[in-house]
């Protein structure tokens, strides 16, 4: 990793920094023969490589705010997602990919944004001619991620196989929608008795975005496992709620230290 940090001022700093990583040996599935008995055993023969660059921006806490932003193009290539797959292709009676390909986790963009608005103690601020209490803060995270890739197969639409191409050539071809995420947190600090309190509200996916997280290979869809099934989309055994991310979530707290 190599990276470059500069001082735009006494608040502000920029960063810029790319990085690569060659990964061996890491663990995978395959098949040893015993006499007449054969079962599957671990062993470190997998290989994976990520490659990134990101850019940020930092202003530290002045004016009663403070913000960190940053972008991250990247990628991660390798020969599978998960340490059994080796048995998974046995089973399926499916290839091993023989070359790198996207893995679960290859995301190219991400967007990541932190503001923060605090009001220390004894200060003050004016709202519209109105004065406003002290000991509070307001906080706000933004997050935004290209759509994660899946595997299509030969029923889906967008299976766009090339003449001679292998299903194994397949593998993370496509990619589900984009996400993004608002997270608001909310706190007013107090004192009684002797004891501090800190008054908390925290609201998650403020603006309750139902994020893909995953979709059927047939269709690309969420809620819609066969493409040829001739009932359409929506049908009550294709709605898995783990398929989406999480609704709004409110929570509200109380925290107290002596």
Known sequence: ELGVG???????????????????????????NLGPISQSVYENQDYARSRGIEVSARKSYTDRWSVDANYQYAFAFGKSSSNRSGYDALFDQSAIPLQDLPLNWDQRHMINVIADYRVLEGDNPVLFGLRLPDKWGLNLLFQYGSGFPYTPTVKNPNWDAKPGEKAWERENALRMPPNYNIDLRFNKDFSIAGMDYSFLVWVQNLTNRRNVEYVYGETGEPDDWDIDDGLGNGLDYAQNPSHWSAPTNIRLGLQFSW
């Open 6 to 32: 500069y001082g735009l001022s006494d608040a502000w700093t920029v960063e810029f920094s790319g990085y690569y990583k060659d990964i061996y040996g890491l663990l995978n599935t395959v098949t040893q």
